[in-house]
């Protein structure tokens, strides 16, 4: 079955820091993966995906590359604020008979400091 | 366009009553889910229901029940509640066929079950 495995967190960082977020998977088939951000007190929104090997997903100074070899889709960002902290969660979805159907990785909580 | 919209906001039951949780969507989209999100387990697949007039199980079904009422809307009843469906539950709809590369989520229900 498919699965997705996040950094363990929570993760603390003070502004203006470097952020990675690792993120790897299993999966039958040839999965789209993404990244959603829960900001508090709120629902998921879509941070950035990719949809085949090699593609880079980006938004909001985030970014993530589909490396098939290693089954892993990390989030980076080069320089985090305070507003970025949230709930980043790893996600992956197969095509065909699964019918739009997520598999999500835990969460990871990020908290960043001024 | 409100997108997903979630009623109640928050609920608080007793073990053994019932309730239904409303999902709305005005996207015209054909997919629709129901998750719930517990610490650390990110999120859970409850039922789906891939175009109107269709519904299946997830991955935590037990205890739960869903109506596809029309295109638009997607029910969530606990006929029993126990403290175990304690949650924060999430709707949330794609849409469907050929495009299930973003899901779009609800501001979520915060359930207490006590």
């Known amino acids: 079955g498919n699965s997705v495995t996040q950094m363990e967190g929570p993760v603390t960082l003070s502004e203006e820091a470097f952020l990675t977020i690792n993120c790897t998977y299993t999966?039958?088939?040839?999965?789209?993966l993404f990244w959603y951000v829960q900001y508090p007190g709120e629902g998921l929104q879509l941070l950035l995906k990719?949809?085949?090997?090699?593609d880079k997903g980006s938004n909001k100074g985030f970014e993530a590359t589909y490396r098939k070899e290693t089954t892993s889709f990390h989030l980076e960002k080069g320089s985090v604020q305070v507003s970025d902290s949230a709930v980043y969660f790893c996600a992956l979805l197969t095509g065909g008979t699964s019918y739009g159907k997520l598999t999500f990785g835990q969460g990871t909580i990020l908290t960043v400091h001024p | 366009n409100a997108g997903v919209t979630q009623t109640p906001k928050f609920q608080v039951l007793k073990t053994g009553q019932s309730m239904t949780l409303q999902c709305a969507q005005d996207m015209n989209h054909n997919s629709m889910y129901w998750y719930r999100q517990d610490p650390g387990m990110g999120l859970r697949l409850i039922y789906y229901?891939?175009?109107?007039?269709?519904?299946d199980k997830g991955e935590v079904p037990n205890g739960y029940n869903v109506s596809r009422l029309n295109k638009r809307e997607f029910s969530l009843r606990l006929e029993s509640a126990a403290p175990s469906q304690t949650s924060v539950y999430f709707c949330?709809?794609?849409?469907?066929?050929?495009?299930?590369?973003?899901?779009?989520f609800g501001p979520g229900t915060r359930l207490t079950v006590l």
């Open positions: 990719a949809t085949k090997a090699d």
């Open positions: 999966a039958t088939g040839y999965p789209s």
């Open positions: 949330a709809s794609n849409p469907g066929l050929a495009f299930y590369n973003e899901q779009f």
């Open positions: 229901s891939a175009s109107e007039g269709t519904t």
